[in-house]
């Protein structure tokens, strides 16, 4: 499987204030997603990080509250900007690693967000 | 509108059952279905299966991919204790970019 990390682990922020999540990842990995899990629910991919360029944003999603960069093939950032406590949720970082035509998807540990 | 729905949303079973986990999927453009499991923050890759490789199996764990019905199961044969997490299924499509999108999830709880 492809190595992943992603820091901070976890983090306890005010409301209002930004954090900024890092994800480095092998040189296997070819592409690279921001998901997000809010408590109880299944993931919801954010965007996908686009190297040297602006990522690609879901629905529901904007650049402004989410901003991403992806300066090199193998690091990522996502910061969480204007934080609020619904914005509380784990935050993931994943590399997509080309088998033959297919893509296999692997998660970094995860960011654990709290907002007061 | 592309969705993955995953039946059941949970699972009470006792140590030794066998279980059998659904996923179903409407995506255009589909290109693979990914099982993860999930005990605490980062799911854990399983299986992926595509239209060349519709059966995987690792020890007690299989899966088999269902092209025809857009489904998949994924079978627990002998479940422990250790078994109990939440089983997440993905499908890989191409919507003018490569992505995923994520079923609700099944909580497999294991009573020993």
């Known amino acids: 499987s492809a190595v992943i990390s992603q820091k901070p682990s976890r983090d306890i922020c005010q409301r209002g204030t930004s954090l900024t999540i890092q994800c480095q990842v092998d040189?296997?990995?070819?592409?690279m997603f921001w998901y997000r899990q809010q408590p109880g629910q299944s993931l919801t991919l954010i965007a996908t990080a686009n190297q040297g360029s602006e990522a690609t944003y879901e629905s529901g999603f904007v650049i402004d509250k989410f901003p991403i960069s992806r300066p090199n093939l193998t690091f990522s950032t996502l910061t969480v900007s204007n934080m609020s406590p619904e914005d509380s949720s784990i935050y993931l970082c994943?590399?997509?690693?080309?088998?033959?035509?297919?893509?296999?998807?692997?998660f970094g540990p995860g960011t654990r967000l709290t907002v007061l | 509108e592309d969705k993955v729905v995953q039946s059941p949303l949970s699972l009470v079973v006792h140590e030794g059952d066998t279980v059998t986990l659904n996923c179903s999927y409407e995506?255009?453009?589909?290109?693979?279905l990914l099982w993860y499991k999930q005990e605490k923050k980062a799911p854990t890759f399983l299986f992926m299966l595509?239209?060349?490789?519709i059966e995987k199996k690792s020890g007690r764990l299989s899966s088999i991919l269902d092209k025809k019905e857009l489904s998949s199961i994924l079978n627990i044969t002998a479940t422990q204790t250790g078994d109990s997490a939440i089983y997440l299924c993905?499908?890989?499509?191409?919507?003018?970019?490569?992505?995923?999108?994520f079923g609700t999830g099944t909580r497999l709880k294991v009573l020993a």
């Open positions: 994943s590399g997509g690693r080309q088998i033959s035509s297919y893509n296999e998807q692997f």
């Open positions: 040189s296997q990995v070819t592409m």
């Open positions: 995506v255009t453009n589909f290109r693979s």
């Open positions: 595509t239209s060349s490789g």
């Open positions: 993905a499908v890989g499509f191409f919507s003018g970019t490569y992505k995923y999108i």
